[in-house]
């Protein structure tokens, strides 16, 4: 019986340390600190993606992404799927790109929980760019 329990409690510590990206996140912006968005990730077949489902500022829930070069382009940005790909490696999601609905460019990056909240780094070569989420 101590066999079990000390089993089990080490299921219940890897789960706390590996906590899932997958929910609601809340997007904040770097500069005001503002909420700007809440975006949903998934997890199928082992590959993670994410989409907008509401925005804050609600005069933007019609807005398209003029920008985007790829099949998004003209798509709206409520409801867009702007992360792809991400794959688990140990406790961080990578092989996956990030999409900037206000620029249309697409960036490599990876995801992580870090203190109950989402990291999502994004790159441009050696350069980037880390915001943080909370759900």
């Keep these: 019986?101590?066999?079990l329990i000390a089993i089990?409690?080490?299921f219940i510590g890897y789960a706390v340390t590996a906590q899932d990206i997958?929910?609601?996140w809340v997007t904040v912006?770097?500069?005001t600190g503002a909420r700007k968005s809440?975006?949903?990730?998934?997890?199928?077949?082992?590959?993670?993606?994410?989409?907008?489902?509401d925005l804050t500022d609600k005069t933007k829930l019609n807005k398209v992404c003029t920008a985007c070069t790829d099949e998004r382009k003209d798509q709206r940005i409520m409801g867009m799927e702007f992360l792809r790909g991400m794959v688990r490696d140990g406790?961080?999601?990578?092989g996956g790109t990030v999409l900037d609905p206000e620029n249309?460019?697409?960036?490599?990056?990876?995801i992580w929980v870090?203190?109950?909240n989402l990291k999502l780094r994004g790159y441009v070569g050696f350069f980037y760019r880390t915001q943080t989420w909370v759900r």
């Design 8 to 10: 089990l409690a080490l």
């Design 38 to 53: 809440v975006v949903e990730i998934t997890i199928a077949n082992g590959v993670a993606a994410g989409r907008v489902i």
């Design 114 to 116: 870090e203190d109950g």
């Design 91 to 94: 406790d961080e999601w990578t």
């Design 104 to 110: 249309g460019k697409v960036y490599t990056c990876k």
């Design 1 to 3: 019986m101590h066999k």
């Design 29 to 31: 912006d770097d500069n």
């Design 22 to 24: 997958a929910g609601r």
